[in-house]
């Protein structure tokens, strides 16, 4: 089955600078990497989302990039801000599209705390 | 907006007790997961169901056991609670054929 690995598992930055969030997983077939965030005492949420026929994908000041080839994932935070400390985990997936349960598996989450 | 409710935030049982975790969405969706996480583990899949008294196996479901007797209500069991069974438990719902999870606030056990 599917095995997805995140790297680092704890991340301290200064606020203003970037942030890099990296998976692999082991599955060739998986075609759908989402990223969730989730803040302190609350529920993980979508932050975004990649499918496999992209290679990167922004949303204002996050992106994720995919190298298929390597099998492997990055989220990357630029401008950093004290809200954007939280537990990050990635995921993959095989995306059928034709209904039924798709199964995520999730990365060990990594805990990313922004410094003043 | 999608509302994904369990029933409790935190929870303290005994080990040896019949434990029951509540799930409620309010989306109409299909699919319903139950997932337990673990500091340095991630979010690892107990159990799901893509229907009505439907449910099939996730990656961890030894000890556990679910029943989905109407569309919107997920219930996770503890059949007899273990120390090892001490954990956050988060249920999710999504809409069939999509991969986007919508999760409730999650329950923190303790079995003592």
């Known amino acids: 089955g599917e095995n997805v690995e995140q790297h680092p598992s704890t991340l301290s930055v200064q606020e203003g600078d970037s942030a890099v969030i990296k998976c692999t997983y082991s599955?060739?077939?998986?075609?759908?990497f989402p990223w969730y965030k989730q803040e302190l005492g609350k529920r993980p949420q979508l932050i975004i989302d990649?499918?496999?026929?992209?290679g990167e994908k922004k949303d204002q000041r996050i992106a994720v990039t995919l190298n298929k080839t390597a099998k492997h994932f990055s989220l990357h935070i630029t401008e950093t801000q004290p809200e954007d400390s939280a537990v990050y985990f990635c995921?993959?997936?095989?995306?059928?599209?034709?209904?039924?349960?798709?199964?995520?598996?999730f990365g060990q989450g990594t805990r990313l705390t922004i410094n003043p | 907006d999608v509302k994904v409710t369990q029933s409790s935030r935190y929870l303290v049982k005994r080990t040896g007790e019949k434990v029951f975790l509540e799930c409620v969405q309010d989306?109409?969706?299909?699919?319903m997961f139950w997932y337990r996480q673990d500091p340095g583990l991630g979010l690892r899949l107990i159990y799901f169901?893509?229907?009505?008294?439907?449910?099939e196996k996730g990656d961890i479901p030894e000890g556990y056991s679910v029943s989905r007797e109407k569309k919107e209500r997920f219930s996770l069991i503890l059949e007899s609670a273990s120390t090892n069974q001490t954990s956050m438990y988060l249920c999710?719902?999504?809409?069939?054929?999509?991969?986007?999870?919508?999760f409730g606030a999650g329950t923190r056990l303790s079995v003592l």
């Open positions: 999710a719902s999504s809409h069939s054929g999509t991969s986007v999870r919508y």
């Open positions: 995921a993959a997936s095989i995306h059928k599209g034709n209904g039924g349960a798709q199964k995520l598996v």
């Open positions: 599955d060739s077939a998986s075609n759908y």
């Open positions: 990649i499918r496999s026929n992209v």
């Open positions: 169901s893509y229907d009505v008294k439907m449910k």
């Open positions: 989306m109409d969706h299909e699919n």
